[in-house]
């Protein structure tokens, strides 16, 4: 990207830690950090929170895959 943690963070006004947690994956993106990340960057304001979704639910199928795979669709449920 082309810019230094601690750069991005004072830009923004957040933490230099903040920015690091959530590059490691250890935080999540808030709303707060969205919507500095998307005026900084020049982003949509739902750009970095439809990231941090997708980031959620890909984990969470992940750790679900044993009890998902035994859900069977309500359309293929015998009436």
């Known amino acids: ?3 230094t ?5 004072k830009s923004i006004g957040v933490p230099q830690r903040r920015i690091g947690q959530i590059i490691s994956g ?3 993106v808030t709303a707060d950090t969205a919507l500095r ?4 960057l020049g982003t949509s304001d739902g750009f970095w929170l439809g990231l941090q979704m997708d980031y959620d639910a890909a984990a ?3 750790k679900l895959a ?5 859900i069977n669709p309500w359309h293929t449920q015998a009436a």
């Open 37 to 40: 990340l998307s005026k900084f």
């Open 26 to 28: 250890d935080r999540a």
């Open 60 to 62: 969470t199928k992940d």
């Open 5 to 9: 943690q601690y750069r991005l963070a």
């Open 66 to 70: 044993e009890t998902l795979s035994k």
């Open 1 to 3: 990207m082309g810019i």
